[in-house]
């Protein structure tokens, strides 16, 4: 799905958003004390790599603005723009083959970090700084997190590294305990209704209910495709007795290995969402994510029992965090479905 976090092999230079204006000046506003290392965590879909990539262009801009973001017209700027600055290096879990195209990877490789390594100890080409970004930080496989390391304890001079991440419990607390951290921001409701506006959503107030208040995760949620799935894998959850397990699970069954894995993790995110909202129901609340499926969930929160419930919740968030190595996503999704309808037993 595509969010604020799809790979790219040069970045397509992103405008601040407009909930990030604010919390971006802010910090630009200490640029004589910057850290060495800066980790920027929030969920999914808030805008944390646009956030990185506008640090990093104003950090390298060369006649930055009275309120410190980049000016958009020097040489610096200019390279930003192209994607092609010398003193940028954004590490992402892809790689590209001799037709130069991007192949998603599972984890960041430890090569890509000594790479890394290797640019940082380079004099910057323009002779303001030099900033790499890691994107999401949670990818990184042991070999790279140790690699890393070294240079977060010991960087070299005006060399700055953001690292962003959506889970930052999965990075290591090596890692964690050498960076500060920045919570990205989020979007107030109402603006974040009319950005989605803005780019020709026409039920906001929906989508963005949906994404958990994440307004480029919504925006990917807007599209038909995704919408017609949703439903059909709601409308299933909403007769467990009746749920079609295999018939169901199959549907992630088709097209390549990461098709396969996204549409698993979809269908993760769909579960987690519809379980957290039998739970708020259950306790006398009203669903956040799922709204328009509030009666379904109403009459089926009697009829289960809430530990169970938890337990259930518990396991589908260590199921998300694997979802990128199961071997074979339509059993991972059929005995996830087979624990659901257990539940109602």
Not at 43 to 63: Q, V
Not at 184 to 212: E, K, S, T
Not at 269 to 287: F, I, K, N, S
């Amino acid at each position: 799905m595509a969010d604020d976090d799809v790979l790219v092999a040069a970045p397509a230079w992103p405008e601040l958003l407009p909930w990030q204006r604010t919390a971006t000046t802010e910090a630009l506003g200490a640029r004589a004390s910057w850290p060495h290392a800066l980790l920027i965590t929030g969920p999914r879909g808030i805008g944390k790599r646009t956030l990185a990539l506008n640090f990093a262009r104003s950090l390298l801009c060369e006649s930055p603005r009275a309120d410190g973001l980049a000016c958009g017209m020097c040489a610096s700027c200019r390279y930003m723009a192209a994607g092609q600055h010398p003193d940028l290096q954004l590490v992402e879990p892809f790689s590209i083959d001799d037709d130069g195209e991007v192949k998603p990877l599972d984890a960041i490789p430890v090569d890509r970090i000594r790479t890394l390594i290797d640019w940082a100890l380079v004099t910057s080409h323009r002779g303001r700084a030099k900033v790499a970004i890691v994107v999401p930080a949670e990818s990184l496989n042991g070999a790279a997190a140790n690699a890393l390391l070294k240079t977060l304890e010991e960087p070299p001079p005006d060399t700055f590294l953001l690292l962003v991440s959506h889970q930052p419990g999965r990075v290591p607390a090596t890692l964690r305990s050498r960076c500060r951290r920045l919570e990205a921001p989020h979007a107030d409701a109402d603006i974040a209704q009319q950005w989605l506006v803005d780019r020709g959503v026409a039920a906001p107030a929906a989508v963005l209910a949906q994404a958990g208040g994440a307004p480029l995760l919504a925006l990917a949620m807007a599209d038909p495709a995704w919408q017609s799935e949703r439903a059909v894998w709601l409308q299933a959850l909403a007769k467990p007795k009746a749920l079609p397990v295999v018939t169901l699970a199959a549907r992630l069954d088709t097209g390549p290995k990461e098709e396969r894995k996204q549409r698993l993790s979809l269908a993760i995110d769909w579960l987690g969402a519809w379980t957290a909202d039998l739970a708020r129901v259950a306790a006398g609340g009203a669903p956040l994510r799922n709204p328009d499926f509030a009666a379904a969930l109403t009459a089926l929160a009697p009829a289960v029992a809430p530990i169970r419930l938890f337990r259930y919740h518990r396991a589908l968030s260590r199921q998300r965090a694997l979802v990128a190595h199961p071997l074979q996503p339509r059993l991972v999704a059929e005995a996830l479905l087979i624990d659901y309808r257990e539940l109602f037993r």
